[in-house]
């Protein structure tokens, strides 16, 4: 190849065209010259958001950011949609995140829900607007200064300090330790051999077979008391369905209207007797028959008197007299 100037200006228009196709690349590729779909994102701090930052939806690049102008109050940020699979909804919701603590920033979109209708040419996004980064490093700078002050606090403070106190004390009591030490085995030995109370409880089968005696008794028991409700539950049901003496007493109805006749016919004989009605009614409330019976009672009594007057042969005589003596 000759090195003539035309040479150099080809290779160097070459070199020119592969560095813009790069650059291009980097700041957004080709996305930024196709027409998609252009939605808009109204955000109160866009976080250092700049045109050419991608644009994702579950993690899938699905465009890039077209512009970035202020809009009264806020910043309108322009959504160029260039993936036509993407299905971006009314409900849908957009936010400013980071790849990285200081990595790049992109705009992500949430799918939204079924019921949501698709967003057209031009329309609005509801908008979550992202943690300040300052705020999160302001933060992240006052747990450093926190821990730093642990770290500093704890390199003033000497190991051997914190141990020799524990290992004079542990010198002082050792004595006292092997004794409850030796102690303790000696109970738990004498537990495993079945001596002391304890050790019986434990190893008595005589209690065990109590035990189980008192379980099985408690089951038979419970047993019979489900038989005995079991019955009760016949008997009831035997009762409501008529059956038996006390199920006919209780559900005859002709023993019922028999009873109430009876109750009727007694409660009529009653009112008669208190009106005078009948031989009973007569009885009870004629005055004459009061009065006679009074009478009856007064010569009873004179008769009994006259009798006391006489002397116990007189009185022999006069019983006798009738009898032919």
Known sequence: MKNTLETRLGVFFALALLAAAIILEMVGGTDLFKHGLRLEARFHNVQELKPGDPVKMAGKQIGRVADIRFDDDRVLVVLNITDSTARVRTDSQATIK???????????????????????????????????????????????????????????????????????????????????????????????????????????????????????????????????????????ADINAGKGTVGKLVRDEKLYNEATEAATNLKEILQKINQGKGSVGNLVNDPALINNAKLTLQKLDKATESLEDQGPLSVIGILSSPLGF
Not at 124 to 137: H, K, N, R
Not at 164 to 184: G, H, Y
């Open 98 to 236: 980071f790849t990285g603590l200081m990595g790049q920033n992109y705009v992500s979109l949430s799918f939204g829900s079924a019921k949501g209708e698709l967003l057209r040419d031009g329309d609005a996004l509801e908008t979550v607007d992202p943690q300040d980064i300052s705020v999160l490093l302001a933060k992240l700078d006052g747990v450093a200064s926190d821990v730093k002050k642990i770290t500093g606090n704890l390199s003033d403070v000497k190991i051997d300090e914190i141990i020799m106190p524990f290992s004079d004390f542990i010198k002082e009591a050792r004595p006292r330790i092997m004794t409850i030490l030796t102690n303790v085995q000696a109970v738990s030995g004498m537990i495993a051999t079945g001596q002391g109370t304890v050790g019986k409880l434990i190893n008595d089968d005589a209690l065990y077979n109590s035990a189980l005696s008192t379980v099985t008794n408690l089951n038979a028991t419970a047993e019979d008391v489900r038989a005995a409700v079991t019955r009760g539950q016949a008997i009831i």
